[in-house]
């Protein structure tokens, strides 16, 4: 994940979203869901993954941390809060900018 383009993710940063951002995650019950990568970011050096279910009528996003254990990349729910309103602000500042740009 960590060689992607970091970027707001919408139908106007003008490439294909649909085989390169979508991943399987499986809960405790081991059930798999599928989610879209909205975007990945770094903050000081730790690097985080915005992930929302499609299949989901709610606009609900969940704040992930990108780490490695011995089989590769590995996603960690965010559960602290000062870390998710940290992600949440970098988030709204990236998708800001794109929204300037434009």
Known sequence: MSNKEHHVHDENCGHD???????????????????????????DGVEYAIL?????????????RIDEDEDG???????????????QQIYNEMADEDTEEE
């Not at 990349?73 to 992600?87: G, R, S, T």
């Open 73 to 87: 990349e590995i996603l960690v729910p965010v559960e602290d809060e000062k870390e998710i309103e940290m992600i």
């Open 17 to 43: 979203h649909e085989l390169e951002n979508t991943i399987k995650l499986i809960d405790e019950n081991g059930d798999e869901t599928e989610f879209e990568i909205i975007i990945t970011l770094e903050k």
């Open 52 to 64: 929302k279910n499609p299949g989901d009528d709610e606009d609900d996003m969940f704040a992930f």
